[in-house]
């Protein structure tokens, strides 16, 4: 599988993100800076976690209108694949590939723990080698975390499955304490209609071998392997 | 020209830090306040000299990066 990681200025997880696709895929990532104009044929393009461009204005809003995202955006128009993770999450959402906005947690702290989330759509191009509701274990690290739609775009969501992952507690059970930034719905990831571009708030390429106290992100990668043969 | 643009958040968008204000304004006995909402304020210095054109350009400029519509409305002022 050939990939892309899209680097910008204050992005801190793409290295993560680099390491986690070279040792699942066996490949080298290619690296895009943010003001590349031109991008490789890839498979998927990843954007990673940080807070880019300092977070100004809003989290994901400078980085939204980057050069690169112009060819991001062309690609995951011809159907390419699109991952969008934490910081990356917010991009997308800024950039209108995927609905609604991440808003600063309701605890008004920066969150850095290790949550539970239930899978809740295992018929995904990223969630297809974790079964359906499946309870996994991932890092979060967040600021603005706090998923908002409107009841209409809600609704749509849930209707259409595409809210992949949920905050829950460790039965399963989507509570308001397991919420822990607020997030309408428990809402931690969605997938676009098209089901090709997927944002979600926790880190899965942190949890890849054992080293790293977990291995639950694993299946995440090896999902695209997996809906790409 | 001047354009001043205040970009609050729309009604029903919880807003925590607005609550938290609201908290630390009781917490130094500022009796009364019955809801904060926060927002942003961004003053742009255009070249533009005809006031009309001036508000398109910066509804332009709302619309695309200065506020997140999904989540906030924004006012213009044209001086």
Not at chain 1, 112 to 127: R, Y
């Amino acid at each position: 599988m050939k990939s892309a990681v899209v680097v910008f200025p204050a992005s801190n997880c793409d290295r993560d993100m680099i390491v986690a696709l070279e040792k699942i895929t066996g490949q080298k990532p290619h690296i895009i800076w943010h003001q590349d104009t031109e991008i490789p044929d890839v498979d998927l393009i990843a954007l990673p976690g940080g807070f880019s461009f300092g977070d100004y204005l809003r989290c994901g809003a400078m980085a939204a209108s980057a050069p690169a995202l112009k060819e991001v955006i062309r690609h995951a128009d011809r159907g390419g694949n699109l991952i969008g993770v934490c910081n990356g999450f917010q991009v997308l959402t800024e950039t209108g590939l995927l609905p609604g906005a991440l808003m600063r947690n309701k605890s008004l702290k920066f969150i850095c723990q290790d949550v539970t989330l239930k899978v809740e759509n295992a018929d995904t191009k990223f969630t297809n080698a974790y079964t359906q509701d499946q309870l996994i274990r991932i890092p979060v690290a967040h600021h603005d975390g706090n998923y908002f739609a409107d009841d209409e775009k809600l609704k749509e969501l849930e209707d259409e499955g595409r809210v992949v992952f949920r905050y829950v507690d460790k039965n399963g059970n989507a509570t308001e304490d397991a919420n822990i930034n607020g997030s309408q719905n428990n809402i931690a990831g969605i997938i676009n209609r098209r089901k090709n571009i997927l944002g979600m708030m926790p880190h899965p390429e942190r949890l890849i071998e054992a080293p790293q106290g977990g291995t639950d992100g694993r299946a995440f990668f090896e999902s695209i392997i997996n809906a790409l043969n | 020209m001047k354009a001043r643009v205040h970009i609050t958040l729309k009604n029903g968008v919880l807003d925590p830090q607005g609550k938290a204000i609201q908290h630390a304004l009781s917490a130094l006995d500022f009796g009364g306040v019955e809801d904060v909402r926060q927002g942003k304020y961004i003053e742009l210095d255009l070249t533009e000299t005809d006031a009309q054109k001036a508000r398109a350009s910066v509804e332009e400029m709302c619309k695309k990066l200065l506020a997140n519509t999904v989540i906030e409305n924004y006012a213009i002022d044209i001086e």
